[in-house]
C-alpha cells in the first residue's frame, strides 16, 4: 500500500471537551447536589468504541466545527449529511428482506410474497455450498444443500430462481463473495433470457473477499487470485452492466464477529482502498469504477453511535478518495451504503424482544442515511423466519417510513452537540486504526499479520465478559428473564428439497452439450493460467451450463486454495 500520509489531508476536527464555564458551575452545583442523592448508575458511560459519554454536550464541544468543511449539505461533499439532496424527501430507501432456503422454487415463492407485500428490491442468501464452490451433489455439500441460502448449481437453477420476477425493473443484491463473478454470470445469463438488456439489469454483488479472510471464513482461493477475480468484476460492469454496484465493501459481517463501531469502520474503509488500488493497479481510472462501489454495515441498538458511524462513513470515504485517490467525479466520492440489523443482537429468549432491538436499530439505519435496508425477523436466532415473521419485519421499515415522521427531512440529527463530538471521535478512533494497518504494509499484509481477526477477537471477548459478569444487560437473557416462554412456530425445510436438487444438477450435466461445456472449459482455464479478465469466459462456460462447482474446480487447480494460518 502507498505511503499517502504526506498527501492524504484529514480536516482537524474538534475532538474532546470543550471550555464551557458555564458547564463547569453546573457540575460543581447542580450535578454535584443531584448526585449526593442520586448517583450515576455506574462509574463511567462509553460507547462499544470506548468513547467516554460524557455528562453533558453543550456548544462548546462543537465549537471548532466547520460546517462547510465537516458537514456541508446532502448531496455535496464531504456528503456528510447524505449522498442525495432531497434524501427520504423524494423516495424512501430500498426495503430488502434477505431470503433464500430450500429450493430454488421455494425461494422464488418468498420473493413474490414479499414484492407483493412492499418490498422494493431483492436480496438473495446462497446456502454455503453455492457460497464455497460446491455443488449440490458434491459429498461436501450434503446436509447442508439449501440450509442457510438457496443452492444454485447451475444456469437451470438461477433461471428457476428469477422465474416471472420483474429483473429490468427490481435490483437484486447478492450476498455472495468467493463465487461472485460466477453467481454474477448466472445472474446476467437469466436476465439476458428474460429478455432483459444488460444495460437494465441492476443490482450488487457483494464480492467483498477480504472481509472473509477478517472475519467469516467462506474463502476458496488465496488472496491475491481472488483480488484479481474482484478486479475482474470490476472492469466487466464497468463495460458492461452500468447499473450494476460490483461490489458490497462489508463491515456487517465484522461487527457480527465483534468489531467495535470504530473498528467496524476502519477495517471496512481500509478493505476498500485496497479494492480501489488493486483496480488502479489493473489501469483501470478511478472515476470509471468508483461510483459503482457500495458499502454494506451493521445497525447495532446504541442508536447515536451508529447513526454517528454512518455519517462518519461518508465523510471519510469523501475525503479518502478525493485526497488518496485524485477522483474528480462527485459520484466517487459518496459512500452508498445498504445496512442490515444485527443478527447477534437477536435472542433465542423471550424472542419478542428481537423487534424492539430490530426497530432502534432500523432507525439508526434511517436516521444515518442509509440507501436500503434490512430488517432481521423476530424468530432468525431459532430457524430461517417464517414468512409471518418477514413480514413483520418488513412493517417495521413502513412504519418507520411513512408512520415515524423522521424521513421529512436530510440528516435531523445534525447540530446536535452529542452527535457531531460522537462523530468527531469515532472518525478519529478509526483514522488511528487506518494508520495503523498502513504501518503494517497496508490491508492485505495487516490480515496477513492476523491483526484485524484479533482486535475483533478481543472486542468480542470483552463484551462477553460484560454479560457474562452482569455488567452489560441483555434483557431476557442475564436480567429481566420471562417465567413462562414458548417456543413459536419456526418455518421447516422440506427434506426432499435436497434430492429433487441434486437430481437437477445430475440432469444438467446428463443433457447439456459435451462439446460447448469442453470448449468453454478449457478456454476458462487457459485465462486462469494468464491475465486477461475471466468474466467472459465465465459468462461462456455457465450458458454452457458448466455449474459453480466445475467452475471453481479448474480455478482451484490454477490457482490452490487458502488455508488460514494457525498460530499459537
Known amino acids: 500500500m502507498t505511503d499517502t500520509s504526506d498527501r492524504l489531508r484529514r480536516p482537524a476536527r474538534p475532538v474532546g471537551e470543550g471550555t464551557d464555564p458555564a458547564r463547569d458551575r453546573w457540575r460543581e452545583t447542580v450535578r454535584a447536589k443531584a448526585l449526593a442523592t442520586s448517583p450515576d448508575r455506574r462509574e463511567g458511560f462509553l460507547t462499544s468504541s470506548g468513547i467516554v459519554i460524557r455528562d453533558l454536550y453543550t456548544p462548546a464541544d462543537t465549537a471548532g466545527l466547520d460546517e462547510?468543511?465537516?458537514?456541508?449539505?446532502?448531496?455535496?461533499?464531504?456528503?456528510?449529511?447524505?449522498?442525495?439532496?432531497?434524501?427520504?424527501?423524494?423516495?424512501?430507501?430500498?426495503?430488502?428482506?434477505?431470503?433464500?432456503?430450500?429450493?430454488?422454487?421455494?425461494?422464488?415463492?418468498?420473493?413474490?410474497?414479499?414484492?407483493?407485500?412492499?418490498?422494493?428490491g431483492l436480496s438473495v442468501a446462497f446456502d454455503l455450498p453455492t457460497q464455497m464452490g460446491y455443488d449440490s451433489d458434491a459429498a461436501a455439500a450434503e446436509g447442508e444443500v439449501g440450509r442457510v441460502g438457496v443452492p444454485i448449481s447451475s444456469l437451470a437453477d438461477m433461471a428457476v430462481l428469477v422465474d416471472g420476477l420483474p429483473l429490468g425493473n427490481v435490483s437484486t443484491s447478492m450476498t455472495i463473495n468467493s463465487t461472485a463473478p460466477i453467481l454474477l454470470a448466472l445472474y446476467v445469463a437469466a436476465a439476458e433470457a428474460q429478455g432483459v438488456e444488460r444495460a437494465r439489469i441492476s443490482g450488487t454483488t457483494q464480492n467483498d473477499i477480504l472481509k472473509e479472510y477478517i472475519a467469516r471464513g467462506t474463502y476458496i482461493f488465496p488472496p491475491r487470485p481472488s483480488m484479481r477475480l474482484v478486479t475482474d468484476v470490476f472492469e466487466f460492469c464497468a463495460r458492461e452492466l452500468p447499473k450494476w454496484n460490483t461490489?458490497?465493501?462489508?463491515?456487517?459481517?465484522?461487527?457480527?464477529?465483534?468489531?467495535?463501531?470504530?473498528q467496524e469502520l476502519a477495517f471496512t474503509l481500509a478493505d476498500a482502498i485496497a479494492y480501489v488500488e488493486a483496480a488502479v493497479d489493473r489501469g483501470l481510472d478511478v472515476d470509471d469504477f468508483a461510483g459503482r462501489l457500495s458499502f454494506f454495515f451493521a445497525a447495532w441498538s446504541e442508536l447515536f453511535e451508529e447513526v454517528a458511524k454512518f455519517r462518519v462513513a461518508r465523510r471519510m470515504w469523501a475525503t479518502i478518495m478525493r485526497e488518496r485517490f485524485g477522483a474528480t467525479n462527485p459520484r466517487s466520492m459518496v459512500c452508498r451504503f445498504h445496512v442490515q440489523t444485527a443478527g447477534s443482537s437477536l435472542t433465542a429468549q423471550s424472542i419478542d424482544n428481537n423487534v424492539v432491538r430490530t426497530t432502534i436499530q432500523a432507525l439508526a439505519a434511517v436516521l444515518g442515511g442509509a440507501q436500503s435496508l434490512h430488517t432481521n425477523s423476530r424468530d432468525e436466532a431459532l430457524a430461517l423466519p417464517t414468512e409471518e415473521a418477514a413480514r413483520l419485519a418488513l412493517r417495521t421499515q413502513q412504519i418507520l417510513a411513512y408512520e415515524s415522521g423522521v424521513t421529512e427531512t436530510p440528516d435531523p440529527l445534525a447540530g446536535s452537540y452529542f452527535v457531531e463530538s460522537l462523530s468527531n471521535e469515532l472518525e478519529a478512533a478509526a483514522w488511528t486504526y487506518l494508520d495503523e494497518i498502513e504501518s503494517l504494509g497496508g490491508t492485505l499484509a495487516a490480515i496477513e499479520k492476523g491483526f484485524q481477526q484479533r482486535e475483533i477477537q478481543e472486542a468480542a471477548y470483552r463484551v462477553q465478559r460484560a454479560i457474562d459478569t452482569g455488567d452489560q444487560i441483555v434483557v431476557g437473557v442475564n436480567r429481566y428473564t420471562d417465567d413462562d416462554v414458548a417456543t413459536p412456530p419456526t418455518h421447516r425445510i422440506d427434506p426432499e428439497g435436497e434430492r429433487r436438487q441434486v437430481e437437477r444438477v445430475r440432469q444438467v450435466r446428463a443433457e447439456r452439450s459435451g462439446d460447448a461445456w469442453t470448449a468453454a472449459m478449457d478456454e476458462l482455464e487457459r485465462i486462469a493460467h494468464a491475465d486477461g479478465n475471466l468474466m467472459p469466459a465465465i459468462l461462456e462456460a455457465v450458458r454452457a451450463y458448466a455449474t459453480v462447482g466445475e467452475i471453481s474446480d479448474r480455478l482451484r487447480v490454477a490457482w490452490g486454495e487458502h488455508r488460514e494460518l494457525i498460530t499459537v
Do not use: K
Not at 423516495?91 to 410474497?113: D, H, L, S, V
Open 68 to 120: 462547510e468543511r465537516d458537514l456541508g449539505r446532502p448531496g455535496e461533499y464531504p456528503f456528510t449529511r447524505g449522498v442525495q439532496p432531497t434524501m427520504y424527501r423524494s423516495r424512501f430507501w430500498t426495503m430488502r428482506q434477505y431470503a433464500g432456503f430450500a429450493t430454488a422454487e421455494e425461494t422464488n415463492r418468498r420473493f413474490r410474497y414479499l414484492l407483493d407485500h412492499g418490498q422494493t
Open 247 to 262: 461490489i458490497s465493501i462489508s463491515g456487517y459481517h465484522m461487527q457480527e464477529a465483534g468489531a467495535t463501531a470504530a
